[in-house]
């Protein structure tokens, strides 16, 4: 068995680690904005917290690329864990970074592909849903013109836009709270697309499955009749040898030549 190279075991010994950074980062994220009138000590805390979870997560992109034996790939494949860490931890690409920061967790779990793109859909649709609701919280929140002002609101907003209903009462006003809802919309609609796709495929799977078990059940019984045939044969064959009488002529099946009658012997 080919052993794990050194990028792998690395990935595998800070998963729990970069997920729980994650969680923190997370929380870092949300709490500024659920609570705006917190402490400055609040606000200071979360922002070391931000840049803490930043510099982990670059020091492990650097770590992986360092140990890939293929680095010019590794850019290529781990594109997004890149922009992650070159952008600047302003808003709302802060969130972006949250994104990415999920996403390499979830890429490196090991699961089943079914159990692996169910969670990869839960989870993004909550995320979405979540951090969506926040980053368009914060820009609208002061908006002169703005009518997503609490939670509740930008939670509504965000379930309407992701599932493209938008009933129209919560929209946002400013430039960059209308470029959150298209991201907003093109994901919904893109998570859309692959729960539907992965319904459609487990169908198409699923008969093709019962398809394939039918042929195999056909097949045996063809067989089980043909040994039948052949073991009547047998039996009939051994009787009349047993009586010493000639065997009965065997009932041709069919597309199988006619047996010409025996004939006596002239004296």
Not at 53 to 76: I, M, T
Not at 137 to 142: F, G, P, T, Y
Not at 209 to 222: G, H, K, S, V, Y
Request: hydrophobic share 50%.
């Amino acid at each position: 068995m080919k052993e794990p190279s050194r990028q792998l075991l690395w990935e595998r010994r800070t998963q729990t680690p970069l997920l729980v950074l994650a969680v923190a980062f997370a929380v870092a994220y949300a709490v500024p904005i659920v609570v705006p009138d917190a402490s400055a000590r609040v606000h200071g805390a979360c922002t070391s917290v931000e840049w803490m979870v930043w510099g982990a997560f670059a020091a492990d992109y650097l770590v992986r690329l360092a140990l890939s034996e293929e680095r010019g790939r590794f850019v290529r494949t781990h594109w997004l864990d890149l922009a992650a860490v070159v952008l600047p931890l302003v808003q709302p690409l802060r969130l972006l970074r949250l994104v990415a920061t999920l996403l390499l967790v979830g890429r490196r779990a090991r699961m089943a592909p079914q159990i692996q793109l169910t969670t990869y859909v839960a989870g993004s649709v909550v995320g979405l849903l979540m951090f969506g609701s926040l980053a368009v919280l914060s820009v609208e929140r002061d908006a002169p013109d703005g009518n997503i002002k609490n939670l509740g609101d930008a939670v509504w907003w965000s379930f309407t836009t992701m599932t493209t209903v938008g009933y129209g009462d919560h929209s946002p006003t400013t430039g960059l709270g209308r470029f959150l809802a298209v991201g907003l919309m093109l994901s919904g609609i893109a998570l859309l697309g692959v729960v539907t796709a992965n319904i459609a495929a487990w169908f198409i799977s699923r008969f093709e499955r019962d398809d394939q078990a039918e042929r195999l059940q056909l097949a045996a019984i063809a067989e089980l009749q043909a040994e039948v045939r052949a073991l009547r044969g047998e039996v009939a064959r051994l009787g009349g040898a047993a009586d010493g009488t000639a065997a009965p002529p065997a009932v041709a099946g069919p597309g199988a030549p006619a047996q010409r009658p025996a004939t006596a012997p002239t004296p």
